[in-house]
């Protein structure tokens, strides 16, 4: 078992940056790929990064690259998600997850999930 709990999120103005950190325990956290998804109001849930357990490669939906910057820490048991250039419709609950199993960052190949965070990008 992993658990996980996200941090950082709050308010912010368009434009602005925001870290979100998620801390890991349980498990040996550098064996899990890890993502994070995002679910706006009347939404479904989406993928926004991921990263492999390895660290040596990353995967952005198209609305968040050259934005959002997924990074972990394996000595820390944390991931965190630089959010910069922030836009409203970045407004969303945001989750992070964690899988050992190989994936296509598909909210179902993900075991493990946190609670959420809400960041919310004012115009």
């Known amino acids: 078992q992993v658990q996980l709990v996200e941090s950082g999120g709050g308010l912010v103005q368009a434009g602005g940056s925001l870290r979100l950190s998620c801390a890991a325990s349980g498990r040996t956290f550098s064996n899990y790929n890890v993502g994070w998804f995002r679910q706006a109001p009347g939404k479904e849930r989406e993928f926004v990064t991921g990263?492999?357990?390895?660290?040596?490669?990353?995967y952005a939906s198209d609305s968040v690259k050259g934005r959002f910057t997924i990074s972990r820490d394996n000595a820390k048991n944390t991931v965190y998600l630089q959010m910069s250039s922030l836009k409203p419709e970045d407004t969303a609950v945001y989750y992070c997850?964690?899988?050992?199993?190989?994936?296509?960052?598909?909210?179902?190949?993900?075991?493990?999930w946190g609670q959420g965070t809400q960041v919310t990008v004012s115009s």
């Open positions: 990263m492999w357990w390895s660290g040596g490669s990353t």
């Open positions: 997850a964690a899988t050992r199993r190989s994936t296509s960052w598909k909210l179902g190949d993900f075991d493990y």
